[in-house]
């Protein structure tokens, strides 16, 4: 988990706030990822971004947005917070491969953000 | 949309027992499969995983089971241990260097004394 760090750890907002959520990563991966878990909901992706040039949407893209600051860094905004996002986030790196046609994708997950929007 | 549909949503099981989480794809595209195991307060990590060109993968007291006709997986926890009490995430993705997981919706197992 030290590898990947996630700031703040836990955010107390109200609606309508703007929100960042930060994730910095020492691994020198490529890929970085942000999830939201809701309890019986799983793991559901937001955003990714496979290199610093590359922003794709998730699952889950409405009201959030994204900036690739650098190689290292991945950073997830509420624009205008709601109560239904509250939540707990994560930020995840990869770093693939393929090796003899069988491709490797291995997540690292930071500790989460426990967000909470009264 | 791509779905992995995971049971049961919580498992209670004796210390010593064995532990079965189950997983069902539709995507026959997908050809990688992990479980991450989560701790509470804690990110999910990688538990274990396996392809399609075997049938089974053991590591330790973790085992994958694949059954690629039925299209289904399982983790098996054998020798159950109050340590393991954590939630359990299945998923999957394409052999592609542009694909991303799709989680299963997690296991809350408890594993008692």
């Known amino acids: 988990d030290a590898d990947v760090t996630q700031t703040p750890r836990n955010r107390i907002t109200k609606t309508g706030k703007r929100i960042m959520l930060e994730c910095s990563q020492t691994?020198?991966?490529?890929?970085m990822y942000w999830y939201r878990q809701d309890p019986g909901l799983g793991l559901r992706l937001i955003y990714y971004?496979?290199?610093?040039?590359?922003?794709n949407k998730g699952e889950i893209s409405d009201g959030y947005s994204v900036s690739r600051q650098a190689q290292a860094k991945f950073s997830l905004s509420l624009e205008s917070a709601i109560p239904n996002q509250t939540a707990l986030y994560f930020c995840?790196?990869?770093?693939?491969?393929?090796?003899?046609?069988?491709?490797?994708?291995?997540?690292?997950f930071g500790p989460g953000t426990r967000l909470t929007v009264l | 949309q791509q779905q992995v549909k995971q049971s049961p949503q919580s498992l209670i099981v004796q210390k010593g027992g064995i532990s079965i989480i189950n997983c069902a794809y539709e995507?026959?595209?997908?050809?990688?499969f992990p479980w991450y195991q989560q701790f509470p307060g804690k990110g999910p990590a990688l538990l274990i995983a396996?392809?399609?060109?075997?049938s089974e993968k053991k590591e330790g007291r973790f085992t994958i089971s694949f059954n690629k006709s039925a299209k289904q997986f399982s983790l098996h926890i054998m020798d159950s241990q109050p340590g393991d009490s954590a939630t359990y995430f299945c998923?999957?993705?394409?052999?592609?260097?542009?694909?991303?997981?799709?989680f299963g919706k997690g296991t809350m197992l408890l594993v008692s004394p």
């Open positions: 998923a999957a993705s394409p052999n592609s260097g542009y694909s991303t997981l799709t």
């Open positions: 995840a790196t990869s770093d693939f491969s393929f090796r003899a046609g069988v491709s490797y994708n291995e997540q690292f």
């Open positions: 396996i392809r399609p060109d075997v």
């Open positions: 691994k020198g991966h490529d890929r």
């Open positions: 971004s496979f290199d610093v040039k590359d922003i």
């Open positions: 995507n026959t595209a997908f050809d990688y």
